[in-house]
């Protein structure tokens, strides 16, 4: 949680003190339920693609380049399906929140 604040935060030009002294706890259990539907997108996995492809189509074609490839230090974990249980136990989370306003 503590990183969550701190990225929302650093988007707003704010400090992590000014932020939660702005927000109440309804509007943080909003963000940490938003997060785990739509978690912010890892940077260097985007890039990592971008550059994949433009080894792909410059390269001699020899070596089928993948994002791992220029990932630095960075292990790669692929996503799993939800099941349906998980996605409404989500679903109850974001419901509860919204409630408890």
Known sequence: MRCLIHRMA????MTDYEFI?????YQLSEQIAFEAIDPTPDLNWHFGQLD????R???DGKKKWTPQDFMQGKKVVKLREQSPGEQMAIFGAIAAASQNR
């Open 10 to 13: 650093r988007a707003r030009g």
């Open 21 to 25: 002294s702005k927000h109440d706890s």
């Open 52 to 55: 994949s492809i433009l080894a």
């Open 57 to 59: 189509l410059l390269g």
